[in-house]
């Protein structure tokens, strides 16, 4: 199930956001008698609804008499025209908190929409669809959540919490095999241990270092079908670089455990959202 980061987190995510867009004043809202409003957000296209601790969070910090009620879950699949949600509280807070919950959501969404749509083309192979680091600085954790949201896992969050050696940490090293041993020796028990290669001779060696998860970096397909075959099940395989949605079917067919795809969180489309006041 997807997780939430913590609250006071995704506050403070809200707080710069608000901070960063109405500065000292709202002056267009002050132009609206500020009398009890009532207003909806609706979608205008497909897509997977991601992002309403967010929106929320927008609203409470604005004016904690408005009241957001939510006619879809998280999560859920909607279509263009749904009401997402109606929210209630004084006029000039609810234009005043709009465009940046908006954005959350619009994002967020757009994050869950295309993760679903890879989850959904590997439907009933192994293959589990993972994220990166490549995220939007400073909404990683959001974006990570959406990611969940969708349907996919997430890679390592951030530096802290797992090693992946690459090309310029093997060089450093001298090799994968000295690499992994530095890691070992300074990794303490929480952090994940991943080499990438390059070619099948590098995946020898990472499964001789009993490497537990190795990344396939930009192999073909006979070169992932015979990783596969190499690695009997001994370490966890991932296929990573130059993954679309043409090609990642094809992948997941291959037998590897999971794809990771920087684009979920990179090259984000933000979902079609409005809100209209009711009357």
């Known amino acids: 199930m997807p997780t939430l980061p913590a609250q006071h987190l995704i506050a403070h995510s809200v707080s710069l956001a ?5 500065g000292d004043k709202d002056w267009t809202a002050a132009l609206c008698p ?12 497909a897509a997977v609804l991601c992002g309403q601790a967010w929106l929320e969070e927008c609203y409470r910090q604005i004016d904690a008499r408005c009241r957001v009620q939510w006619h879809v879950a998280e999560g859920a699949r909607i279509d263009n025209g749904d009401v997402v949600c109606t929210i209630n509280g004084p006029a000039q807070a609810l234009l005043t908190a709009e465009r940046s919950g908006l954005n959350f959501l619009q994002t967020l969404s757009g994050v869950a929409t295309e993760t679903r749509r890879y989850v959904d083309a590997v439907a009933g192979s192994r293959a589990v669809i993972h994220d990166t680091r490549k995220t939007v600085p400073g909404l990683r954790l959001a974006q990570k959540y959406a990611v969940t949201v969708g349907g996919g896992a997430n890679q ?5 919490d797992g090693i992946l050696i690459k090309e310029n940490h093997i060089i450093a090293n001298g090799s994968i095999t000295a690499a992994l041993a530095a890691a070992r020796a300074i990794a303490p028990p929480h952090v994940t241990l991943q080499v990438e290669v390059e070619n099948l001779a590098e995946l020898d060696e990472a499964l001789a270092a ?4 190795i990344l396939l970096d930009n192999m073909s397909l006979d070169e992932m079908r015979e990783a596969v075959r190499r690695n009997a099940g001994r370490a966890q395989l991932e296929a990573s670089g130059g993954v679309d949605l043409d090609s990642v079917r094809a992948i997941a067919d291959t037998g590897v455990d999971r794809i990771s795809i920087g684009k979920l969180t990179k090259d984000v489309r933000a979902i079609d959202f409005s809100m209209r006041f009711v009357n």
Do not use: K, S
Request: proline share 8%; with cysteine.
């Open 156 to 160: 390592r969050v951030g530096l802290y």
């Open 18 to 22: 608000l901070a960063e867009d109405i």
């Open 210 to 213: 009993a490497c537990p998860l």
């Open 34 to 45: 500020n009398q009890p409003g009532e207003a909806r957000i609706v979608a205008r296209e």
